[in-house]
């Protein structure tokens, strides 16, 4: 899991003309919430935040540099102007390091199912589950080979390789990916 890094500042004027201001000068305002829910106004670097925002999934966990405070937070929300390419706005959340934080994840298929080979049709039930995990313990994505799938045969959440700090709170015989014979 590759951790990113965004510097931050403490912003201490808010409001409109003062948001208008940061982004002239390459800066996004931003909030960091905690995990009680506490909010503390900051700004990132522009360049810097897009830099990682285009890259990352929604469970990737990234190290927010608040004024030489590490602290390991989601980025939860932004506000973005599709006209202009810009992202105006950003939220952050950065809970305990214990808080066990439920979420959906999606999962990536790889490979062609056997069963398609021999003229069956692959269907996808499911692309995505829900997990249960501290925020460290958080896979960025799941991967899953399909190539074993025969004619009639399923990929079922149980059949899922995950880390061990993370719990699945899915229903276990859930399919996610079927091969059905062909008519």
Request: aromatic content about 4%; overall charge positive; glycine content about 4%.
């Amino acid at each position: 899991m590759s951790k990113q890094t965004i510097n931050a500042k403490i912003r201490t004027v808010t409001g409109k003309s003062a948001a208008k201001n940061l982004r002239k000068e390459g800066r996004i305002p931003a909030v960091l919430y905690n995990a009680k829910g506490e909010a503390t106004s900051i700004d990132v670097d522009e360049v810097e935040f897009n830099k990682v925002w285009r890259t990352i999934t929604p469970t990737t966990s990234v190290n927010l540099n608040l004024d030489g405070k590490e602290y390991l937070s989601l980025i939860k929300d932004t506000e973005y102007n599709i006209r202009t390419d810009k992202v105006l706005h950003a939220d952050f959340f950065a809970p305990d390091a214990d808080q066990k934080l439920v979420t959906k994840i999606k999962i990536h298929y790889q490979g062609t199912p056997a069963g398609v080979l021999k003229g069956g049709f692959k269907k996808e039930r499911n692309n995505e589950i829900k997990i249960k995990a501290c925020i460290a313990d958080l896979p960025e994505s799941i991967s899953a080979d399909i190539s074993k799938i025969n004619v009639s045969e399923a990929l079922r959440v149980k059949d899922l390789e995950l880390p061990k700090n993370v719990e699945v709170l899915t229903d276990a015989e859930l399919p996610l990916v079927t091969v059905a014979p062909a008519r």
